[in-house]
């Protein structure tokens, strides 16, 4: 720790740390417009998101002046899952309720204290501080009892600074990812029904007969329109009983296994005997390039990361329950690569959807994909556009690796920066 620096508690820095309570009425009291009332949900790891912001009105506001809220006020999450999320106030007047804890101080500037409260050093404590609890939560004694490095506020000021230019980095990669997988899902609307085509066509359009065809809407007339049997062949994986589970042999398949459209073996320790496998599952062996994905407890929204395709590196492999694969039906002319990105469209999941309703998860098995009905284009048309938005992805995974490194990169200097290790050079500060 350098000379001019201290560890302090948190509390002897500050002169406020409290948070509000639920208007009385709870929701039924939000107003459309108001004064913001920030919720857990608002704050988010280093941001506040004001998107779905709830208001209330003055008369409520100033019955909560205990906790109001002023531009660089800290606000610090201190209960349940998004406890330890923090962002900095960029707002003049809004409140909060009971699960946001505002922190106040004219010694420490706010974007400094955000840093460390993000930092190893500051979510240590923050975990610390729940040990043995049966519910995550931080008390404002605890909170102030926070040891904090601190040094003078002008080396405060320039550490925030260096901070915020990898935040706006951060931030513009994320915008960049976000307006990306718009564009990728827009794209893939047009190409999977024939609104934009990749090879010269004077095909019409029409919606074809039947409720289940209607509700593809229009598509190119000249498009194969069938059920999904027609062309590719699915099975399920079995329920192997716990019993059966072995130390060593072949891997099982779980859906979790499927994350991010890639499959990850490394931590996978549920096996089936060799004997077994080679046995009487031997049909339930994969293969390489088999397109397979989890299809039980699955939300429409995460349902896209759980499609992938399997390589010869994740060999041997056995099907396992709440998983499917899928392979081209022999003597069939049909693209894979087209299935899936099919799969991942609200084409196939409406689909789906329609034959489970109530439920808010995907849950579904080779008796619901019978029924779907997916539409071809000529085998040619088929690759064009598989292709096209493999380019889609790799873009996209190069803007989140890019993502990956900034925020490691931060997360280092965060730590040098913090802890005085590395000094910052106070002339540049403007």
């Known amino acids: 720790m350098p000379n001019s620096w201290s560890v302090e508690s948190l509390g002897s820095l500050t002169n406020k740390v409290g948070s509000g309570v639920t208007p009385k009425g709870g929701s039924d009291s939000y ?54 999320r923090v962002a900095v106030s960029d707002i003049d007047e809004a409140n909060v309720n009971q699960h946001v804890c505002i922190i106040r ?26 040990a043995g ?26 550490i925030a600074k260096i901070l915020s230019t990898w ?3 951060i931030s513009t990669t994320e915008r960049l990812i976000k307006n990306s997988t718009q564009q990728k899902k827009a794209l893939m609307q047009q190409l ?17 007969d039947g409720f289940a ?5 229009e598509l190119p007339d000249d498009w194969n329109l069938s059920l999904i049997p027609k062309f590719y062949w699915f099975q399920e994986g079995p329920g192997v009983r716990k019993y059966q589970f072995t130390e060593t042999g072949v891997k099982l ?27 009487g599952y031997k049909h339930f062996l994969a293969d390489s390039g088999d397109l397979i994905i989890a299809c039980s407890g699955i939300s429409v929204d995460r349902f896209d990361e759980k499609i992938a395709f399997l390589e010869d590196e994740h060999l041997p492999l056995c099907m396992n329950t709440s998983t499917m694969r899928f392979k081209v039906k022999k003597g069939v002319k049909a693209s894979l690569e087209f299935l899936r990105y099919f799969m991942m469209s609200p084409l196939f999941k409406n689909q789906i959807r ?18 779907c009905y997916i539409a071809l284009p000529s085998y040619e048309e088929q690759e064009r556009i598989a292709a096209v938005l493999i380019n889609a992805d790799k873009e996209i995974d190069l803007l989140e690796q890019q993502l990956a490194d900034l925020q490691q990169e931060k997360k280092a200097l965060m730590q040098v920066l913090l802890t005085g290790k590395k000094r910052v050079k106070l002339e540049e500060l403007e």
């Open 167 to 169: 935040d706006k980095a």
């Open 133 to 158: 609890g049966n519910r995550q939560g931080l008390n404002f004694e605890q909170i102030k009892s926070f040891k904090i490095p601190f040094p003078p506020l002008p080396e405060q000021q320039k």
């Open 31 to 84: 107003q459309s417009s108001g004064i913001p009332l920030i919720r857990s949900q608002n704050v988010l790891w280093g941001k506040l998101d004001l998107s779905d912001v709830a208001y209330i009105d003055d008369k409520q506001h100033n019955k909560m002046k205990g906790s109001f809220v002023y531009k660089n006020d800290v606000l610090l999450n201190i209960t349940g899952a998004s406890i330890g």
């Open 192 to 208: 999977l029904t024939g609104k934009r085509c990749l090879l010269s066509t004077n095909s019409g359009f029409s919606v074809r």
């Open 354 to 371: 329609r034959q489970i309703t109530g439920s808010a998860q995907l849950n579904f098995g080779p008796s619901h994909v019978e029924k």
């Open 105 to 130: 101080s004219d010694d420490l500037h706010p974007g400094y204290l955000k840093s460390f409260l993000l930092s190893f050093q500051g979510q240590k404590q923050i975990e610390q501080c729940q």
């Open 213 to 217: 065809k209607s509700k593809l809407g």
């Open 253 to 279: 398949l779980n859906g979790t296994n499927i994350q991010k459209s890639r499959v990850d073996l490394t931590t996978t320790k549920t096996h089936i005997s060799e004997d077994e496998a080679y046995g």
